[in-house]
C-alpha cells in the first residue's frame, strides 16, 4: 500500500492512495486485485477574501472537499465461491460421494466506486460544527448465485457468477456543539443523520432472484420483502382474504371445497366459485434495508460527575416478522401470541379483523406459513438508548494522600430501552436480511466499575 498527502499554507490539499489486495476466496489468476483513490480539499476560510469579511468574526472555518476510490469487497458470502465440491451422498443403500456445487474459475473480485462531495465548517469560536455531505457507492461484479434451468444438472440449480451492480447514495449531516462550558458546567452535544437509496441496477439476464422471502429485481432494493398482499377477514365466514397480481380478492376456504374460492364483497358468504394464490400472485412488499438512520451522543459534565447519553435510531425499512407466523399463530399444544385472541370466532364476534378463524391443520395455508404476507410485515422503524453511563473521579485532594493520580468510579448500562411500533423482540434481529424467525435480541447489559490511574 502507498498513500500521500500534501497541503500548501492549509488551503489547498490533495491526497492519493493505492494498494495491492490478494483474496484466497478467488482463482489464482483472478485473486489480486488493484484499487486507487484520491481527495481534494479547499480551504475557503484561510482565502483573503473571507478572513477580511465580516462574516470571518462568526463563521470561523470552511472547507469544501471531494474524493474518489475503488475498494474491494472481500466478504463474497461464501468461502470459496469459485471452486466446485463434492459431498457424501447414497447410491440405493450404498455411500458414495456426488457432485455438490459448481465451480467457476472465472470469478474475481467485487468492486466499489465511491464518490463523495461535502462541506465542513464551524462558527462562533469553534462551539458549533458541521458536515454535509453526498455521497454515492456504485458496486459492480457483485458475486451472486445465477439460476440455470433444472436439465442441465447443475447441483442446486445456480452456481457463482460476478454477475450484479447496485448503485448506494444519499446525504449525510453532522452538527455538533459545545452548548454549555463553565466553571461547573460542560455539556457537548453531537448529531449525526443519513439517508440512503439502494437499487439494484443490473442482474444476469435481468432476471430475478427469489426466495420464499424476498427478491432481488432490477430498479429495486437489494432484497426487497416478496410475498402475497393480506386484505383481511371475511366477517361472514372468518375466512382470510388476499388480493391476487390482478387486483381480484381470493379467500381460502377453511373446511370447505376448494383450497382457494373468489371473494365478492357484495355476497361475501359465496365460497362457491373456486379460485388460486400461487407464486405469480406475489408482490413487493417493501424495502429490507433502512432509508434513514443516525444517532444522538451527550457528553455532560458537572464537577466531579460525568454523563454520557447515546440514542440510535434507524427507519425506513420493513421486517417481515416469521417468528408471529410460524410460532405465535397455530392450534397445536404449544405457547401462542395474544393476537390469536383476535381471532374470528362468528358473525356476531368477529375478533380484530385481521386474525381468521383457525383450522387444525391448515396453518400454512392460513398465514402462508414459510413465505412472506404482508399480514406479518412491520415497521423497522425504533428509537433506542444505546448506552447510559454515569462516573464520578474523586477529587484530587483524595488522592494526593493515596499516591493515585486519578480514580473513577462508573456505572453504564447498553440497549436499556427501545421505542418501536414493531411486535417482535427487536427490530434489529435478523436472522437472514429483513426477516425475523425467532432471532435474538440485542441484549441488554450493565456495568459497574472503576478506572484508576497510578
Same mark, same amino acid.
Do not use: C
Given at each position: 500500500?502507498?498513500?500521500?498527502?500534501?497541503?500548501?499554507?492549509?488551503?489547498?490539499?490533495?491526497?492519493?492512495?493505492?494498494?495491492?489486495?490478494?483474496?484466497?476466496?478467488?482463482?489464482?489468476?483472478?485473486?489480486?486485485?488493484?484499487?486507487?483513490?484520491?481527495?481534494?480539499?479547499?480551504?475557503?476560510?484561510?482565502?483573503?477574501?473571507?478572513?477580511?469579511?465580516?462574516?470571518?468574526?462568526?463563521?470561523?472555518?470552511?472547507?469544501?472537499?471531494?474524493?474518489?476510490?475503488?475498494?474491494?469487497?472481500?466478504?463474497?458470502?461464501?468461502?470459496?465461491?469459485?471452486?466446485?465440491?463434492?459431498?457424501?451422498?447414497?447410491?440405493?443403500?450404498?455411500?458414495?460421494?456426488?457432485?455438490?456445487?459448481?465451480?467457476?474459475?472465472?470469478?474475481?473480485?467485487?468492486?466499489?466506486?465511491?464518490?463523495?462531495?461535502?462541506?465542513?465548517?464551524?462558527?462562533?469560536?469553534?462551539?458549533?460544527?458541521?458536515?454535509?455531505?453526498?455521497?454515492?457507492?456504485?458496486?459492480?461484479?457483485?458475486?451472486?448465485?445465477?439460476?440455470?434451468?433444472?436439465?442441465?444438472?447443475?447441483?442446486?440449480?445456480?452456481?457463482?457468477?460476478?454477475?450484479?451492480?447496485?448503485?448506494?447514495?444519499?446525504?449525510?449531516?453532522?452538527?455538533?456543539?459545545?452548548?454549555?462550558?463553565?466553571?461547573?458546567?460542560?455539556?457537548?452535544?453531537?448529531?449525526?443523520?443519513?439517508?440512503?437509496?439502494?437499487?439494484?441496477?443490473?442482474?444476469?439476464?435481468?432476471?430475478?432472484?427469489?426466495?420464499?422471502?424476498?427478491?432481488?429485481?432490477?430498479?429495486?432494493?437489494?432484497?426487497?420483502?416478496?410475498?402475497?398482499?393480506?386484505?383481511?377477514?371475511?366477517?361472514?365466514?372468518?375466512?382470510?382474504?388476499?388480493?391476487?397480481?390482478?387486483?381480484?380478492?381470493?379467500?381460502?376456504?377453511?373446511?370447505?371445497?376448494?383450497?382457494?374460492?373468489?371473494?365478492?364483497?357484495?355476497?361475501?358468504?359465496?365460497?362457491?366459485?373456486?379460485?388460486?394464490?400461487?407464486?405469480? @400472485?406475489?408482490?413487493?412488499?417493501?424495502?429490507?434495508?433502512?432509508?434513514?438512520?443516525?444517532?444522538?451522543?451527550?457528553?455532560?459534565?458537572?464537577?466531579?460527575?460525568?454523563?454520557?447519553?447515546?440514542?440510535?435510531?434507524?427507519?425506513?425499512?420493513?421486517?417481515?416478522?416469521?417468528?408471529?407466523?410460524?410460532?405465535?399463530?397455530?392450534?397445536?399444544?404449544?405457547?401462542?401470541?395474544?393476537?390469536?385472541?383476535?381471532?374470528?370466532?362468528?358473525?356476531?364476534?368477529?375478533?380484530?379483523?385481521?386474525?381468521?378463524?383457525?383450522?387444525?391443520?391448515?396453518?400454512?395455508?392460513?398465514?402462508?406459513?414459510?413465505?412472506?404476507?404482508?399480514?406479518?410485515?412491520?415497521?423497522?422503524?425504533?428509537?433506542?438508548?444505546?448506552?447510559?453511563?454515569?462516573?464520578?473521579?474523586?477529587?484530587?485532594?483524595?488522592?494526593?494522600?493515596?499516591?493515585?493520580?486519578?480514580?473513577?468510579?462508573?456505572?453504564?448500562?447498553?440497549?436499556?430501552?427501545?421505542?418501536?411500533?414493531?411486535?417482535?423482540?427487536?427490530?434489529?434481529?435478523?436472522?437472514?436480511?429483513?426477516? @425475523?424467525?425467532?432471532?435474538?435480541?440485542?441484549?441488554?447489559?450493565?456495568?459497574?466499575?472503576?478506572?484508576?490511574?497510578?
Amino acid at each position: 500500500m502507498f498513500r500521500a498527502n500534501y497541503n500548501y499554507d492549509s488551503k489547498y490539499y490533495v491526497g492519493a492512495s493505492i494498494r495491492y489486495d490478494g483474496l484466497s476466496s478467488l482463482p489464482e489468476d483472478t485473486r489480486w486485485g488493484t484499487f486507487w483513490g484520491g481527495s481534494v480539499a479547499w480551504r475557503l476560510s484561510r482565502e483573503n477574501f473571507w478572513k477580511d469579511a465580516q462574516v470571518n468574526e462568526w463563521f470561523n472555518d470552511l472547507r469544501i472537499r471531494a474524493s474518489y476510490a475503488t475498494l474491494g469487497n472481500s466478504d463474497l458470502g461464501n468461502n470459496f465461491p469459485y471452486l466446485g465440491t463434492y459431498g457424501a451422498k447414497l447410491y440405493g443403500s450404498q455411500s458414495g460421494i456426488a457432485w455438490n456445487r459448481m465451480g467457476n474459475n472465472n470469478l474475481k473480485w467485487e468492486t466499489t466506486e465511491t464518490f463523495d462531495i461535502g462541506l465542513d465548517g464551524s462558527l462562533f469560536n469553534n462551539r458549533l460544527t458541521f458536515e454535509l455531505a453526498y455521497w454515492q457507492k456504485n458496486s459492480k461484479d457483485l458475486v451472486l448465485e445465477v439460476p440455470t434451468p433444472p436439465t442441465m444438472g447443475i447441483p442446486y440449480n445456480s452456481y457463482y457468477d460476478n454477475i450484479g451492480k447496485i448503485k448506494n447514495s444519499g446525504f449525510e449531516l453532522t452538527v455538533g456543539g459545545t452548548i454549555i462550558s463553565t466553571q461547573d458546567w460542560y455539556w457537548q452535544s453531537d448529531l449525526n443523520f443519513s439517508t440512503v437509496k439502494n437499487t439494484v441496477k443490473t442482474l444476469y439476464g435481468g432476471t430475478d432472484i427469489i426466495d420464499n422471502y424476498t427478491i432481488i429485481r432490477e430498479g429495486e432494493s437489494y432484497r426487497s420483502l416478496y410475498g402475497y398482499d393480506y386484505y383481511g377477514v371475511n366477517a361472514s365466514n372468518g375466512n382470510p382474504i388476499w388480493r391476487k397480481a390482478d387486483g381480484s380478492l381470493v379467500q381460502f376456504d377453511t373446511f370447505g371445497s376448494y383450497d382457494y374460492a373468489e371473494y365478492d364483497p357484495a355476497n361475501p358468504s359465496d365460497v362457491s366459485k373456486s379460485s388460486s394464490l400461487d407464486s405469480e @400472485d406475489r408482490k413487493i412488499l417493501g424495502s429490507s434495508m433502512p432509508t434513514w438512520y443516525g444517532g444522538w451522543n451527550n457528553t455532560i459534565k458537572y464537577k466531579d460527575f460525568d454523563l454520557n447519553v447515546f440514542f440510535r435510531f434507524s427507519g425506513g425499512n420493513k421486517v417481515m416478522n416469521a417468528s408471529r407466523q410460524s410460532a405465535l399463530l397455530n392450534m397445536e399444544f404449544a405457547n401462542n401470541g395474544t393476537e390469536i385472541l383476535g381471532r374470528w370466532v362468528s358473525p356476531e364476534q368477529p375478533g380484530d379483523g385481521m386474525t381468521p378463524k383457525i383450522g387444525y391443520g391448515d396453518q400454512a395455508a392460513l398465514f402462508n406459513d414459510g413465505f412472506t404476507d404482508s399480514h406479518f410485515v412491520e415497521s423497522g422503524n425504533y428509537l433506542k438508548l444505546s448506552n447510559l453511563a454515569l462516573g464520578y473521579t474523586l477529587p484530587k485532594s483524595v488522592l494526593s494522600a493515596i499516591n493515585i493520580t486519578k480514580i473513577r468510579f462508573y456505572a453504564q448500562a447498553q440497549n436499556l430501552f427501545t421505542i418501536t411500533g414493531y411486535s417482535g423482540l427487536d427490530p434489529e434481529t435478523n436472522t437472514r436480511l429483513g426477516v @425475523d424467525w425467532n432471532g435474538m435480541p440485542q441484549q441488554r447489559s450493565f456495568t459497574f466499575g472503576a478506572n484508576i490511574t497510578f
